[in-house]
């Protein structure tokens, strides 16, 4: 993934949206490693009855294949 693309698909979340990093069941070494990005919102009720949209940025390392 470029900078370019991973700019554009931030592009329509807000700017205070954490962003985090996302592994699955699985071993990563020392290395540079491609990923996917998971932009992921909800609407969140609380016990007042108010609510708020909230917003997260998921980045996946995708493993290596093995050969």
């Known amino acids: 993934m470029t900078k370019k693309e991973l700019i554009d698909f931030m592009s329509d979340y807000p700017d205070d949206a954490p962003v985090v990093i996302e ?18 919102s909800w609407t969140r009720t609380f016990p007042n009855g108010t ?12 493993n290596h294949i093995e050969k």
């Open 51 to 62: 609510q708020t949209e909230m917003h997260e940025l998921r980045l996946c390392a995708l």
């Open 23 to 40: 592994v699955h069941d699985t071993t990563l070494y020392e290395d540079l490693y491609d990923f996917t990005f998971d932009g992921v």
